[in-house]
Every structure is written in C-alpha cells, then in structure tokens.
C-alpha cells in the first residue's frame, strides 16, 4: 500500500491486497515484504503467525479533541428528552462545561486522562493521533493544553500529531466582539510556533461562531506564521467553509454533513482531504449523514475520524466508525479502508511516514482476528485487534480468557 500521496475518487475502490504476504520488520521499520515461501528460510529473531489473519498499516485517526477535563454524561438523558443544546448551555453544560473544566484541571491530570484515552486508541488498532486543543478559549488554558499534548508524545508510544483550534468556540464574555477573540488566539501563534506546540491551525467556520471571512483572515495569518491549517467546514449550514479550505490551501476540511455542491467540485478538483465524521451524526441521533458517497464520486479524497471528543461522539473505537461509515455513508470496504489508513495519514501531515506497509517506512503493523479486510466494517461493535505493532515493537496483544483458572465461590 505504498502511495505518493492520498488515494481518490473511484482509486478509493482498489485496495492493493497481497495472500500469502510476509513482513521483515529490523529497527523498527518495514525491511523486506514478500511471500511466505520467500521468508520460510530466513532467520527472525521473533516470528509471529499470521496465517489466516489480516495484516494491515496502523489505523491513522485525524481528528480528535484528546484533552480535556470531566465528562458530560449527565446531558445525554437531556438531550433524549428534547432539551435543546442552548438550554443545556444555559444550566452550565455544552463545550462551556468542558472548557471550565479543562481550566480548573491541572496538566498532570490532564495528562493521565491523556494518555488513558491513547490507551485505548491504541487497543483498537489506532497508532497515529491527530489532537486538538480549543477547550480553553483563553491563552493559559489553550497553552496548557497544547503542553499536555507534547507531554503526551513524548511518554506515549503512538505518534500525535497537534492542532491548535483556539477558535473552536466564541466564548461568553466575547460573544459582542469574536474579532477581539480571533485576535487573542492570534497572538499565540509565535508561541506556539517557537515552542513547537502545534503543526495545524484549526478554526470552526459555522453560523454563530466564525464566518468565511473571519476565518480567512484568521488562517491567513496561521500561515504566515508556518502552520498548515485545517476548518471545522459545513457542519451545521452550508457557508463555504470547504470553499474556503481550497482556497486556503489546507490540509483538510473536516465534518462537510451539508457540503454544498459547488463544495464537492472544489473539493475534488484540489489537493485538500475531505475528514469525515459520521459517529458525530450517529451520537447526536442525526437522520443525515455527510455525502461522502457523492464526494467520492466526483473524484476527492476522502478520510474517517471518530472526532472523539467528550459531548459529541464520545468514542475511541475506529472500527466502530469504519462499520458506520459502511452502513450510513454507504463507502465499501476498500474505501473505508482507504480512509483510516494512507488518506487520513496525508489529512494531518503525515503521508511519508504512517498509513502504508512499504520497506523503509515506520513499522507501524495490525494483525487482526479476522480473515480479509471486508470483515471489519461488517463485524460492527468489537475489537477485531489481536496484535499491535508500533515503530516496530508490540505494543499491544489480545489477551486469551483462561477458562481453567475459573473457581467456584
């Protein structure tokens, strides 16, 4: 699965599948791959048996809030209920409850639910992370949080990948004034920028958040400073915000449920990825979806993320969204598989090290309890994990039940 770049349109649809495929693995990278006959003589200092396994890349995730403070599960029963998502504003919870949360949390703190959450991730077959800050909406909290994720980096196995989105949200005491915000977030970019905090600068293009034009100016200047950018683009209304990714240039427009279609053309004429996220529309019980179905169509690269995040889709299970992604989104498997794999590792930075199986790439490695690639998304709501491979180590092993150390009480 070597690509010089991510896979698109009807490309999506033929996934490179080799039977019979061994894997050389020697300091930490991919070193050899070729058939199992080929490899029957050669000497390994470990071998592990795949036969009647699946072997694919580390599932890339290229979107997710990762830190953050509590939890918000007292809104679901609200929100069955009909309580619309101002009210619940109102009684102190929403993105609000999170961000006062976050602030009063110490880095140490938010550094263990950190790395509880890559835990998990990585359970599920997850080795690459993209993480968000924009639970802070202030410059202590937002610093702080972008710290936690470069902690997090260094004393995690799996590789982070970091976005600054300040603009995530306006809050309360600059709801009159957004450019006033805009420009306090703004400041920080030589900060974050001299400190290595974040590759990405993220905003949250949306009615009654930031337009268009606030957003290109706001991104205008995250890439004076060197970052590549990314919008939260077309979640709730229409407004351009995947225009406004092309023409920006950036990396990726992630969400796209009500993309125009003036959007998808520009989209799929354009090198930018299309980060799609239908566990969001599955929490929030949502009857639509994101058209990535026409999206692929009309020729665009699309990738799948699980925006786990902590009121909107509180998941760290990838194979979860791979199956919805086939139900909802209507994608076949070898797209779906494109998308957590080589797209979704170009969606944040890094096509040349994760999301193939290549010789000189990052041994990044999942075997799975399953028999080919179609099983995944059609086996919905486990784990299919039995081992993980990072930077060409085991990091994770599916664990047997031992049914004769069973007593009676």
């Not at 194979?319 to 170009?346: C, D, F, G, R, Y």
Request: charged share 20%.
């Amino acid at each position: 699965m070597d690509k010089s770049g991510p896979v698109k349109g009807k490309e999506m649809n033929d996934l490179p599948v080799m039977e019979g495929a061994a894997v050389a693995i020697k300091d930490g990278k991919i070193d050899w791959i070729g058939s199992t006959d080929e490899a029957s003589n050669a000497f390994a200092e470990r071998t592990i048996d795949a036969k009647g396994k699946l072997v694919t890349p580390g599932l890339v995730e290229p979107h997710t809030h990762l830190v953050f403070g509590g939890s918000r599960e007292t809104e679901m029963a609200l929100k069955q209920q009909g309580v619309p998502y101002l009210e619940i504003l109102k009684q102190g919870g929403g993105i609000l409850s999170t961000v006062n949360a976050t602030k009063q949390a110490s880095c140490e703190k938010l550094l263990q639910k950190a790395l509880f959450h890559l835990d998990r991730m990585a359970m599920y077959g997850i080795t690459t992370v993209e993480a968000k800050s924009g639970y802070g909406l202030d410059k202590e909290t937002e610093l702080k949080q972008l710290n936690v994720v470069k902690e997090a980096n260094v004393k995690h196995p799996l590789d982070i990948v970091s976005t600054f989105l300040g603009a995530h949200a306006i809050p309360p005491e600059y709801r009159e004034d957004p450019e006033a915000f805009l420009e306090l977030m703004s400041d920080l970019f030589a900060e974050i920028k001299e400190n290595n905090l974040a590759d990405f600068v993220d905003i949250f293009t949306e009615t009654g958040v930031f337009s268009v034009e606030q957003s290109r100016r706001y991104l205008q200047k995250a890439k004076e400073y060197g970052f590549g950018v990314k919008i939260h683009a077309d979640e709730i209304d229409p407004l351009g915000g995947t225009e406004l990714a092309v023409e920006m240039g950036a990396i990726s427009g992630d969400h796209l449920a009500v993309i125009s279609v003036e959007g998808i053309k520009q989209l799929a004429a354009s090198n930018t990825i299309g980060v799609i996220l239908p566990g969001t529309s599955f929490y929030l019980g949502k009857d639509s979806y994101a058209p990535a179905r026409e999206i692929i169509d009309q020729g665009a690269a699309v990738a799948i993320s699980t925006d786990f995040n902590p009121g909107s889709s509180v998941t760290e299970n990838l194979q979860l969204i791979m199956s919805i992604a086939a139900l909802k989104l209507k994608l076949s498997p070898a797209e779906i598989w494109h998308a957590v794999t080589v797209n979704a590792a170009h969606a944040i930075g890094r096509g040349n090290d994760a999301g193939t199986i290549a010789t000189g790439r990052k041994a990044d490695v999942v075997i799975w309890d399953a028999p080919n690639y179609m099983y995944i998304p059609y086996h919905y709501g486990v784990n299919h994990v039995n081992t993980v491979i990072k930077n060409g180590g085991v990091l994770h092993e599916r664990q047997e039940i031992q049914y004769d150390s069973i007593t009676s009480f």
